[in-house]
């Protein structure tokens, strides 16, 4: 059975944002609180910032159908503190137009309000180039990996968020 470089890396970026949190420009590995929320209208501001990021690739193309999901935050009690992840693929029209995307998106996420905290090439055998990125008022980190090597080739995206508080009376919905 062969998988794809694409799905390990998000097995990578699942297991190191579980662990260390996802940045958010803060020195330490604590994840930020971003505020009270039910996980389903959390769930839907994470498809809401992916689908921005969507329309900065600015190229026809498909994207993988994928729902978020909802995690626990590290250290915290189940039952009311939860962060939402969405990972989803970009595989456009035609196989070649991802050349020179990353570097736009570089530009065009920082000109929308994200920090760039790392670039280049990630530690895989196929040294994909990597994008990860914060943005301090929505409380996201992404993580956006071009697979040149990917026949055909596509953008790995993975949005995950601070971490959520449910609000009184309300529990959080896993999925």
């Known amino acids: 059975m062969t998988i ?15 662990t260390t949190g996802c940045g958010m420009n803060d020195s330490s ?7 009270a929320s039910t996980s ?7 498809e809401k910032v992916s689908s921005e ?4 690739i600015g190229l026809k193309g498909r994207a993988s159908e994928t729902r978020p999901g909802v995690m626990g935050c590290s250290e915290k009690d189940r039952a009311k503190y939860f962060r939402v992840f969405h990972p989803w693929t970009f595989t456009p029209a035609a196989g070649g137009d991802l050349r020179g995307v990353m570097e ?9 309000g994200w920090t ?5 090439p ?16 929505k409380k996201v980190s992404v993580e956006i990996t071009y697979n ?19 609000p009184d009376g309300e529990e959080v919905h896993r999925f």
Do not use: M, W
């Not at 794809?4 to 579980?18: C, E, F, H, N």
């Not at 590995?29 to 505020?35: Q, T």
């Open 40 to 46: 389903r209208d959390a769930a839907d501001r994470a």
């Open 148 to 166: 040149a090597k990917e026949d055909p080739a596509d953008l790995s995206i993975f949005l995950v968020s601070g971490c959520y508080q449910t």
């Open 53 to 56: 990021i969507y329309d900065l």
């Open 104 to 112: 736009r998106l570089k530009g065009d996420l920082t000109r929308h």
């Open 122 to 137: 990630d530690s895989s055998r196929d040294r994909n180039l990597t994008l990860t990125a914060d943005h301090d008022e």
């Open 29 to 35: 590995d604590e994840v930020p609180f971003a505020g």
């Open 4 to 18: 794809k470089s694409s799905v390990y890396a998000l097995l990578v970026s699942v297991a190191l944002i579980t």
């Open 116 to 120: 760039v905290v790392r670039y280049g």
